[in-house]
């Protein structure tokens, strides 16, 4: 029951977007496979049964002409139709299934991307939906088919000789249980090597995959773990196919061979011939048309057969897109705009705590307040919280606990855009995208009147330099990915372009969550002093491992194992002699080593 709920809940798409071309497609679909019969069947008996029964010839043009206009014209709607219609709603229904999961993916609250099992299961399949939708409608297509196919095949043998009918129908009936099991055995194995698949596979993307190329020939003997590895599973897979082969090759020998060869084309053509010699009960034309008949109607029964694994492997992808689109944003928004957005407001974080779903706290009882056109430095050792600090303070998550507020109001009562917007926000593993250079500097639409936007940005960023020393523009493409002649950039070249995006328009609050990770200390050093500099009328919150940038902040903010522990100046926390003052000396004894 729960397979064809799932398979009506993907086809209220087509029926949404392109019913009268789905109606259509379905339609033609099934009298273009019945023409195949026409042909094979009806075409044959008539001709023969006119030559046997000595018609006039004027009588077998008529027929022949009927019979040819109908195919013939068939054809041309359906050829016509699918070249020309079904082609453009295809695209159109494809289009509007995409833009549905973009905008539901957009408003899923970052934490679910957090979720492997959430992503691993949802939006991998989301990103295939498309192809699904089309998937179930060809198999309901085809289910639609064999069931006229059925009713035609088992019509015509009623009307020639209703016991030849009842033996080729229940020789497939017994058929098709047998397949039945078999489907059921072969899904035994296919989920049995699946989990072997899937390793295979993702030995084939280290060999193949560009992430893995430098490490694999830098340490060549890593291969020999991976050959290992790949022999194990295949033998792994090997003993699956020997646990299943010996029954899947018992029902396919008595369907094939018993069923199919003795039952279906030796005693059933025995029977007709019987009838047609002996008896002179059946027309010439009933030998003639039987094997097309019984192979027919077995391979309709075979098909429909096989349709059902299809469904169930559809399931398995249908009910994680309903779990993706059944996701909601715990996110709180209400309709107020944000007063006068380049003015800095503060921030305070209340008694604030987070944990991911129901895992251990983050974040432990933070309270904070940030003051406009402050400074501030959170520091601390890897997994201490200072990035999930940072998504607390942009709301890309919502506080398990506690508030947080902008110049005194919970920030659940602006709206997502205003409030986003708020924000000029560098993140440590930002991304390029394969659009424009201009693109990936406004994160908008670019045209004519943004160019000078666009390269006071890079020149400030240093990122102007770069273009002209590849004979570049802000027009060309970035990576490879779509067009040969894509930009690519070094790790430093890609920040700077990422940094670019600060100096597009005016924010009230700047966050560097480390941009300038890949950077040089002297460089990181001056591109902080530029970012910092370059907002002298905003609030700066900015994460370091580098001590050394800590010194321009107002305030810095030690976090460990979740929760602030040391709160001061550079001199303050320096004089307190604490975890912050050793981390500092720390770093400060290493570059004097070096």
Known sequence: MKIIKNALFMLKYPKRFIPVQTFMYVLLEVLQD????????????????????????????????????????IQFVYNLFMSIVWEKAVIKLNHNIQLIFNKQAQQLDVCEYDNVEFYDASIKSVSVCGAKVMDVLSSVTNLFRMLARLIFVVAFLSFINIYVMILILGSCIISLFIN?????????????????????????????????????????????????????????????????????????????????????RGVVILFVAYQIIILKSLPYSAFAIIIPSILDLNDSMTNLVNIIPRFIEYNYHIENIKTFLSKRSRMKYQASNIDNQNDSKSIELKNVSFAYDDDELVLKNINLCIRPNERIAIVGSNGAGKSTLIKLITKLYEPTEGNVLLGGNDVSCY????????????????????????????????????????????????????????????????????????????????????ISRVFTKENAILILDEPSSSLDPISEYKMNDLLINSCPNCTVIFISHRLSTTRRADRIIMLHDGEIIEEGSHDELMELNGNYAEMFNLQAQNYRDN
């Not at 500097?441 to 045209?447: H, I, P």
């Open 34 to 73: 019945l023409n195949g019969i026409l042909l094979e069947v009806m075409l044959v008996k008539v001709i023969m049964d006119a030559v046997q029964y000595n018609e006039p010839f004027q009588n077998i043009l008529f027929k022949l002409f009927i019979f040819a206009s109908y195919f013939v014209l």
């Open 180 to 264: 039945r099991k078999t489907n059921k055995i072969s899904y035994d194995q296919y989920i049995e090597n699946m989990k072997y698949d899937k390793r295979l596979g993702y030995i084939g993307r280290i060999f193949s995959g560009i992430d893995f190329v430098k490490d694999i020939r830098m340490f060549s003997n890593f291969k020999n773990v991976l050959f290992a590895e790949h022999l194990s599973l295949n033998k792994e897979k090997k003993s699956i196919t020997n646990k299943y082969w010996k029954i899947l090759y018992t029902c396919n020998l008595v369907v094939e061979y018993l069923l199919g060869s003795f039952v279906l």
């Open 415 to 498: 709206k997502k855009e205003d409030y986003c917007a708020y924000f000029k926000t560098l993140f440590q593993d930002f991304r390029l995208f394969a659009f424009s250079v201009a693109e990936n500097v406004l994160m908008d639409v670019a045209d004519k009147n943004d160019v000078d936007i666009v390269n006071n940005a890079i020149k400030q960023s240093g990122f102007k330099e770069v273009l002209e020393n590849t004979e570049k523009d802000i027009n060309s493409v970035m990576t490879k990915m779509f067009d040969k002649e894509g930009l690519i950039l070094s790790g430093g070249e890609t920040q700077k372009l990422a």
